[in-house]
Nanobody, 119 residues
Framework: QVQLVESGGGLVQAGGSLRLSCTVS????????LGWFHQAPGKEREFVAA????????HYADSVKGRFTISRDNAKSTVYLQMNSLKPEDTAVYYC????????????WGQGTLVTVSE
């Protein structure tokens, strides 16, 4: 069973930064591509960013390109989402997700962490 535990959410003013972390159960970490999604109030969950097994290939939603950076630390079995220049519209619950490398859909999810960006 893959376990994902997010941390790092909170309240920040517009223009500020936050770094989210997601620790993955070590036993399965080395087989997984990882990603971040968010879900704003009243909206569907949306893709934010993803990183492959090697850590060399990343992909971002257009809305966060140039502001957010996804990275992974294999020694710590952890994936990060550095969020800069935050906007009120970034307010959402952020979910860490994982899938076997090469799989088409994310299959495992964390419990989510709330990010609130004030005006």
């Amino acid at each position: 069973q893959v376990q994902l535990v997010e941390s790092g959410g909170g309240l920040v003013q517009a223009g500020g930064s936050l770094r989210l972390s997601c620790t993955v159960s070590r036993r399965t970490y080395s087989y997984l591509a990882l990603g971040w999604f968010h879900q704003a109030p009243g909206k569907e969950r949306e893709f934010v960013a993803a990183i492959d097994l090697s850590g060399r290939n990343t992909h971002y939603a257009d809305s966060v390109k140039g502001r957010f950076t996804i990275s992974r630390d294999n020694a710590k079995s952890t994936v990060y989402l550095q969020m800069n220049s935050l906007k009120p519209e970034d307010t959402a619950v952020y979910y860490c997700a994982a899938k076997p490398n090469g799989a088409s859909t994310f299959q495992y999810w964390g419990q989510g962490t709330l990010v609130t960006v004030s005006e």
